[in-house]
């Protein structure tokens, strides 16, 4: 039960909000073009590649967070947007209250979720420190769904410039145009190739997690099977009698291998349901979905726990029976 829960909630937890994340990311990402470049995008790349023929819209962004007040550590870091222009034409960022519309220098859009723990509507304003550790107070215009994917806080380039320390755009985000003609800005792809690469990304930096969820796990597997075997040991006498009137050694065996069938069953039903309860309510809260269960990993889980229930009763009764 133990091992189930520990190592289930955490790689599944993980597996949620990643496909949540490239959710967010391909839905988010409206723009035909994406241009980057190694070292940054030149200052003046929207203007030049609003000139660009059949370019409707070109809005540069830069990636970077910003601190929220928290009660607890003082200080908490939420990843910031930081957009050269209207971000609608290029940015579906589901808008839940308020219009982007409104965002202009001294405005902010926020996801939902942190406008809710911050308890924040559109038209209040919301304290927050630049990356310079600046304090301001932004006004709220709109919240919006897809924080997890794009961005938790959604601002203006000119509210940023000389706040942080590299002041080149990251992206450059197209709507109409041509690859060949964006090529000069630029490496050039598309909503669906960016969302590929940071899958990418994000794949990579999994291992601390599968490391954790292994740690974990691997630890309670080892004391479950540590406490199977010693009680299977302790029934040496029960064994040797059955033995004495009469009981085949595949009878006991067989036995032995029904108790190792409930102990593993019992354990992955009420593990995978302390899991549950635990990936519900945290999955509703980080991406507002349920959790994702894939059926390959949830019963990797189920067959652990039974082989480690069956192997720890059935191999120290074997050798008893020997």
Do not use: C, K
Request: glycine residues 10%.
């Amino acid at each position: 039960m133990l091992a189930t829960s520990f190592a289930s909630t955490l790689v599944l937890l993980h597996a949620s909000t990643d496909r949540a994340t490239e959710h967010q990311q391909r839905a988010g990402i409206v723009a035909d073009h994406v241009v980057t470049a190694p070292t940054g995008l030149p200052v003046d790349a929207p203007a030049r590649a609003a000139r660009l023929p059949g370019v409707a819209a070109a809005v540069a962004v830069q990636h970077t967070s910003v601190l929220l007040p928290d009660r607890d550590t003082g200080f908490r870091s939420v990843t910031a947007l930081a957009v050269s222009a209207d971000p609608r034409p290029v940015l579906d960022l589901d808008v839940r209250t308020g219009s982007l519309a409104g965002l202009r220098p001294g405005t902010i859009a926020v996801d939902a979720n942190v406008a809710d723990a911050m308890g924040v509507r559109p038209g209040e304003r919301l304290q927050l420190r630049l990356p310079d550790g600046r304090a301001t107070s932004p006004r709220v215009v709109a919240t919006y769904g897809r924080g997890l994917g794009l961005a938790e806080i959604t601002l203006t380039a000119a509210d940023l410039a000389g706040h942080r320390s590299d002041p080149y755009a990251d992206e450059l985000l197209v709507r109409g145009g041509t690859p060949d003609l964006l090529a000069a800005l630029g490496t050039v792809t598309d909503g669906a190739g960016r969302a590929a690469a940071q899958s990418r990304d994000r794949e990579v930096n999994a291992w601390a997690n599968t490391t954790m969820a292994a740690v974990l796990g691997g630890f309670a597997a080892v004391a479950a099977a540590n406490t199977l075997v010693m009680t299977v040991l302790a029934r040496r006498s029960e064994l040797r009698t059955l033995r004495l009137v009469g009981t085949t050694r595949r009878q006991v065996l067989r036995m032995i291998h029904w108790e190792g069938m409930v102990v593993g069953v019992a354990g992955t039903v009420l593990g995978g349901t302390i899991a549950l309860a635990t990936l519900v309510p945290m999955t509703h809260g980080l991406t507002g979905e349920g959790p994702y269960l894939p059926p390959l990993l949830t019963g990797s889980f189920a067959a652990a726990t039974l082989l480690l229930a069956l192997s720890s009763t059935s191999l120290p009764a074997r050798a008893l029976l020997r």
